[in-house]
């Protein structure tokens, strides 16, 4: 034997030897059910949608990924070469930016209408346009704020941030279906400005792309905010002031030192909002019927079933450039959080954030910026209320009546009913696995950093951050059609199993964070005294991290509950066992004469949900935060 | 009561060995202290022998039974945080009565053990007690409490001392000690000042990178250091290097390279043994000075005093001769004048050479 392969056999050994002292029965038995619950309803789908994608019964085939790259529905772009300036034309672009409209109202008014409808570059290029502009708007607007927030000093500035993050508490397709009421011809944003104020010579209406993406700049900016925020506020005031004394200042100042130290964490929010923005479906769904069915998740949600009720190949095919698309720029994302942690280097310590204060002159103009902002940022959340408690609204600004009956009517569908309940219970049943895998995924990574190939662990119970939620519905559809667990004979357990794999991190992170706050020392004190490390386990850890369990768990919960994707397939194939945000669906496109007040019934009903837990979550986390201080 | 015994171990984080090879012994009841400066695996070996740490090579025995694999909660083992590891959701009484519930005890017994050892270490009425509530020092005693109600076979701390104020270091210092002595447990103690370990250990083995220098008593080790490292660590001295020219039984003869002066010295350990031609270190410490006003044959220096500090029992009188910086203490009675020249004097068996 060579003395290499002795040296492998004698690593391995090292590494046996220390996968036995660091794991007992109940740590291997937290790493099963997580590795089982992950292979099962996480890997082996996603496996399978690269496979279908690949092989029919007839054996392995390109055709399918031929066809997605190919078809001008798909990709009709094609480049070529002139000998004019500049020297490349680009061909199959359909559409314009806008087109205007003009009609003669019965009282002989002219009104002209602006279209912004956007270009269509196919399905593909749709998909990237659409998180790309999602991501560099978020950013702008984002980090903007934050650095009005975090850099300079005037009457309400925290009151404003606060609610410059209200849109962190709904989801795009509870928003998008306000912000339409208020976006379209005859829509408030219209009323108010041309009508009324008369300050725009013509209506605007937004529609297809720009429409989505507006939806999504102004629901995800938050993130950037956050992010951005954090990263300039935990800066060393120092850093900024040494600057200052070597004669750094005003742009450059921002250019060579803010802006650079701020950027990882701004980085990380913009790719962060592009794999949120490229994976959403509720947005394209409530703009359906315009170019904004053009993007990959709405193709693959209307294509998933073929007629004789099978998986279509080609929905398959457009789900697996998802996932390789948003994969990609997941490792960009852990690539530069874990490499570019150099904006938190410091001496530690609390410092005061270098605040300034601004001239009146100076605090007018960030007030105007900020207020249009939170003016538009809340116009969503606005528009869902409205519409809610609307019983007439024409071409007013606001309802003409008001009304309970559109909750009264959602309450008196059966089928609503039954869809609320589905929802309550299946998210529930997954937050009780979420917890269980959760907290022991949390665990295994915080306590036994020695076992070797641990950090996959933390990579596998992250990544579905990164997974679009229509990619894991067809790959649990792929898996499971026909099976014991297949949605035609129940849509519990494919829901309760995607609710669980998607929406864990939000339980991780929180049970984490509690568990890094923890110094190891007071578990093994008590191992010293004598408790195994499952006793340790249930009387010492968990105790300790139990509101952050609560907060991780409620966050999970309430993210089950207005998950889009696999909630509107599964409900597609099996009414029945549809959850609310299928219903809703349901109601825009099926529904009865309610129109979108219905629909926005019961979004003002998850929204008001989701409100109440995030903002306790947050409050339980703080409580904890201050209570750990001085023990 | 146990007896504790390591063979070769050893214990790598990476390219860094934090132990490397350390055998030694603790015997039934000592209090045996583990001193060096920080990063020198002391705090890694302590927590080998309380399973904390897996070693990668050589043995942990409690008494003859090998424990190297054991896991830490079967040891039989009270150990004291540094930074107390008082548990925040628990009482004071539930944080002592943990181990007790853990061994089985029935609740009357717990109760009647716990508020012994709250009498014994001075917290009586303080069991309802959050930990919070409590002052550092009061902490230290609870984290105590907690280590020796479950009547350990060995008794581990870890550097506990070093969050409290200099005084109540004092006072605990002293009532560690007398605990200890009273319940006669075996104990491992870890710390990096020299002078707790001094005062507190029956044996002290210093460490430095992972190894250890010397094991031995306090006075021992203070005397008789047995190499460069530890004469250095422990208390403080004049240091001068030479060579040595002659040797007679134990009286040798060193010539200094920095002073044109040869010295009569005596081996500083019998391990550290100089031969002629060795190379050694003089070590003389700053007691061992007496201000001579006639001239004797050898081990005098003429020093240049630059500063003297009263230090209530004695006089500390920096001085130089040449380069090379002398620490001298003397009868605090005694007049020494600033920025003249002394005479002093070194009995050559306090003139300790050792072996480079």
Redesign the interface.
Known sequence: MSSRAEGLEERLK?AL??L??EM?PFSWSQLFVVLAAFAAFMLIPLGMVIVRSFYTSGGFTLDSLKLVLTDDYYFPLRIHLTSDFPFISLEGVRGSLYHVVEYTRPTGEVVKILYITGWDFGVLVNSLVVATSTAILSTVLGFTLAFIFAKYKFPGAEALRIISLIPLLSTPFVGAIGLKRMIVADGVLNVLFHDILRVIPFKVEITGLPAVIMVQTLIFYPIVLLNAYTALISLDPSLEEQAINMGASGFRLFRTITLPLATPGVEAGALLVFILALEDLGTPIVFKGTVAEKVLTFQIFNRIFTPAGLISQEATTLALILLVISAVVFVAVRRYVSLRRYAMLGKGGIWRPRRRRLSNKTVVLVYVFVFAVLFFATLPHIGVTLLAFSKEWGTTILPESYTLNNFKAVLADEQARRSIVNSLVYSGIATVFMVILGVSAAYLVSRKKGVPGIEALDLLVTLPIAVPGIAVATGLFLTYLGTPLSPTISGAPLLIASYTVRKIPFTVRSVFSGLEQT?K??D??????????T??FF??IL??IALNVLAGGMLSFIYSMSEVSTGIVVGDANHRDAPMTWKMYDMLFHGLAGGLAQPAAMGFMLMGLQFVFIVGANLLLRKRATA?I?? | MVKIRTVDLTKRFGEVVAVDHVSLEIQHGEFFTLLGPSGCGKTTFLRCI???E?P?EGKVYFDDQDVT?V?????????V?Q?Y?????MSVFDNIA??LK??GYKKEEIRKRVLEVLKLVKLEGMENRT??QLSGGQQQRV?LA??IV?N?KVL?FDEPLSNLDAKLRIEMRAELKRLQRELGITTLYVTHDQEEAMSISDRIAVMNQGRVMQIGTPQEIYKHPKNEFVARFIGQGTFLYGEVVARDGERLKVRLEAIEKDVLAVPAHPEANPDVGDRVLVMIRPESFELTPETRDSNEFEVEVYHVSFLGNSLRVQAKAGDEPFVIEVDPDEEVPVGKPIKVYVPPELTLAIRL
């Open positions: 090292r030897r220390r036995k002292w007992d110094d020392a007071l093994e004190v008590a191992w010293t005294v004598g408790a195994s490390r006793r340790t009387t010492i105790p300790l750990l001085g023990v | 309380a399973g904390l897996l990668d694999e896991p830490p909660h079967k040891r039989d083992t009270g150990m945080f930074n590891a008082l548990w925040p959701h943990y181990g853990i061994r930990p919070h984290a907690r280590a479950i350990p581990l």
